[in-house]
Every structure is written in C-alpha cells, then in structure tokens.
C-alpha cells in the first residue's frame, strides 16, 4: 500500500480519490476552495448523483482519505500524484493549461525520489512530455523516468457511472520510459481491473483524444441521418435500433455539450489538416439552429418557448459547452419568449443564472426538450405537436 495526492476533486478526481482510498491506499485529495474542502473532509458530498460515491466517502475519510487546499504539503506526504484538473479552451479553441501547471508547480515543489507523476486529464499530443516534464523538472531539480517516474493514463470515465468504470473498462497507460510505464501499471492494477499499457506517452494521449473524436464524428453522422429520417417521415430510432450490429454502430443524434466531446476536436483541429473532423465539430455546434427551424414549423416568434435541459446532458449538474445556453440566446434573439425548465436545477438556481424558470408545460406554445428526462414523457404526452423531442422520449415505451 502506498500514498497518493489527487490533484483536482471534481467529477472525476473525487470518485477516483475514493476509489484508490477503497482498495487500501492512504489518499490526499487537492482541491482550491478550502470551503470544499471542510465540506469533503465532513463526508459531504458535491456530487450526489454519482453511484456510489456518497458511501465510499463516507466510509473513508478521515481514515484512508483526507482533504485539503494545501499542494505542496500533499505533495511532501505522497508517494504518487496523479493531476485530473480539467484543460479547458478558450473563446478562439485554443487550450489553456494554468491548471495543470499550477498543480505541477506544486506536485515539483514535494517531489521525491522514486516518486510517480500520472495525468489523466486529456491533452493535446506533446503535453504530457513537454509542457508537464519541463514544468516538474525545471522546479525539483530531478530527471523524469531517472529520479522519478513520469506517465500518461487518461480518465475513461463517464459521469453518472464514475465508479464503476475502473472495474468496466481497461486503464490505459503510457509512461515516459518502460519503467515508469511498468511502475504506474503496478499501481493502477491495485484498484483497476485491467491495464493497457501502451509505447509512449503520446499514444496515450492520443487514445484518448481519439475516443472523444470518434464520439463527435459520429454523432455528426446521426444528426445528418436524423434530418434525412425527419423529411422522409421515417423513425431514427427505429433505424439505429434495426441497423446497429458489430460491424455498425450509429450513434444518437442530439446537441453535443460537456467539457469533454466538444472540446477534445479542438486539440487536433488547432494543429492538424483533419477537415471531417472540423466538419463535424461545426456540424454538432449547429444543430441547436436546427431545432430553432423545428420550432418555427410549430410557431413563430413572439411566442412563448420552454426549453427543457440546460445541463448539457441529463443526470448530470453541469453547464459547461452545454448547447442550452446558445439556444436560449438565439431564440431570444429571433424575438421569442424563453423560459426554461431542468429538473436537476431549482427555480432560485435557474434565476440566479439569468433565465425565466417556468414548469408550466401549457402556457408553451412550443416545448424543445433537449435531454433525455423520461419522467416527463406523461406530463408532456398531451401537448406532443408542440415538442422539439430531440432525444425521442415521448415515443419511448414507459
Ligand atoms: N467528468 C467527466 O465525465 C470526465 C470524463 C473523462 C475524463 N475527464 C477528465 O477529467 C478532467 C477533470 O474533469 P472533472 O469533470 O473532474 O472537472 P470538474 O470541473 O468537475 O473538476 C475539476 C476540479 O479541479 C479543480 N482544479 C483546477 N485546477 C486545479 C489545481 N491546479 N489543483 C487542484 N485542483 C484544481 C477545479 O477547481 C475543480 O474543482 C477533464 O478535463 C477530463 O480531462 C472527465
């Protein structure tokens, strides 16, 4: 059993950080708001709707895991550090990597010898090996893949199903050296079901960002199949349910958010000649506009709209790239009326984020439900001419 910082608990880093306390290991989780932390350290947990999560909180901290704002003591304390903060783009698509150099800067200002560094964020190829490498050696003083051991294993996960992923798909990892490849490999096999352990760190950066590409790519393709099916008033979803076999996997058509899918393309797109993959970005980006042309068949401005779904996905409390929040602004725009309504947020949260709540399903002249929220299929089966049903809920068997 070892010890391990975990830098950044969010969505991802917490469930990891109680999913390495679980299998024995003694954990440090680093956070920036001490807030949070006092939070945590109380067994509180930010993410309720995360399986499990909640339990193993609370059965390890205080014990096998502890909180707090302070990086470099954590860093001092542990044996492996492992950063899952997010690299976000900014408005121009390019990367921003404060957050991995800040928890850089304090996971080199610890570092021992015989230490492990892991990312799991997904970056751009090179980042791991340039930007990370340089910002650790340049503050310890001490050589990667010599005085300390330097990998890449991307997070896999998804929210919702956090936990069980580790045990459900296989943890890939690409170290500096064969060394440190077989030394974070021997770590992850502690409380991951099975490893894959790939040639470079680059591969393994790539792995990732090409699993997010692949999702992107495809959901382009189901929304263009998805507007072919609507003019030929045939059902997608019948299509996609019959088609699907293992030589064919159509995806479903939908707006795409999150911090992860639209965002990935851009680490190609910005350095690479990779036009389908441009395309279908913009494609993606589009379709709110899209909905808005299905809207304006029900009725037309300035009419009263609700839209249903402002985190950009169901089941999970986040608005980050969600494609809610652009919508709203060109149906307003177009001289609509926009109320909204989402069943993860409370009429005083929506308010405080400048948007007009409203549950009143009959005042709508036309509804665009934008997430998968099966519980409404009865409230809103009545006024069906009237939905934008993106995700296909009311023609859903109960
Ligand atoms: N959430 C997912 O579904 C998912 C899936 C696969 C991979 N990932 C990867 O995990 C990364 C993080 O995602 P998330 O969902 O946990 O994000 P999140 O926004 O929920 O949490 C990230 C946390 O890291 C903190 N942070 C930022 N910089 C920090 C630093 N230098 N030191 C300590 N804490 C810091 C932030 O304050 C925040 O609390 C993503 O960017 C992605 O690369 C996430």
Same mark, same amino acid.
């Given at each position: 059993m070892t010890t391990v910082s975990v830098y950044g608990v969010g969505k991802a880093g917490l469930p990891l950080c109680c999913v390495i306390a679980e299998s024995g290991h003694k954990v440090i989780g680093v956070g920036r708001n001490s807030e949070k932390s006092i939070q945590l350290n109380k067994?509180?947990?930010?993410?309720?709707?995360?399986?499990g999560l909640s339990d193993l909180l609370r059965k390890h901290v205080g014990k096998q895991l502890k909180f707090t704002i302070d990086g470099v003591g954590a860093s001092k304390k542990t044996k492996v550090h492992i950063i899952i903060v997010p690299v976000f783009i900014d408005a121009t698509n390019k990367p921003d990597f404060t957050n991995i150099k800040e928890a850089a800067n304090n996971i080199a200002r610890g570092l021992k010898k015989g230490d492990l560094v892991v990312l799991e964020t997904t970056v751009p190829i090179g980042t791991t090996g340039k930007l990370l490498k340089t910002e650790l050696e340049k503050i310890s003083k001490l050589r990667a893949g010599r005085d300390f051991y330097l990998a890449m294993s991307p997070e896999r996960m998804m929210t919702g199903y956090a936990i069980s992923r580790y045990q459900e798909l296989p943890k890939i990892v690409g170290g500096i050296n064969m060394l440190s490849t077989k030394k974070v490999a021997q770590f992850y096999l502690t409380f991951c079901r099975q490893i894959i352990e790939v040639s470079s760190l680059e591969t393994a950066e790539f792995i990732k960002i090409s699993e997010g590409v692949y999702r992107d790519v495809n959901i382009a393709l189901a929304n263009e199949l998805y507007k072919i099916s609507l003019s030929s008033r045939i059902d997608y979803w019948e299509v996609q349910k019959a088609a699907n076999n293992p030589f064919c996997h159509l995806h479903e058509p939908g707006s795409v958010g999150g911090h992860c899918i639209p965002v990935y393309p851009w680490f190609l797109i910005n350095n690479f000649e990779v036009p389908l993959i441009k395309q279908a970005r913009q494609q993606n980006d589009d379709m709110i506009k899209f909905y808005i042309k299905q809207t304006e068949k029900i009725t037309k401005p300035p009419s009263r709209i609700l839209v249903v779904?402002?985190?950009?996905?169901?089941?999970?409390k986040e608005t980050a790239y969600t494609r809610s929040l652009p919508l709203i602004k060109l149906l307003e725009k177009r001289g609509y009326r926009v109320f909204v309504y989402d069943p993860l947020y409370s009429k005083e949260e929506l308010t405080s984020m400048k948007l007009k709540y409203s549950r009143?399903?009959?005042?709508? %002249?036309?509804?665009? =439900?934008?997430? %998968?929220?099966?519980? =409404?299929r009865a409230p809103l089966t009545k006024y069906r001419s009237r939905v934008v049903d993106v995700k296909n809920i009311l023609n859903q068997k109960p």
């Open positions: 067994g509180i947990n930010p993410i309720p709707e995360e399986t779904g402002i985190s950009f996905r169901e089941g999970v009143e399903f009959n005042k709508a %002249k036309a509804i665009i =439900l934008l997430n %998968k929220y099966p519980d =409404l």
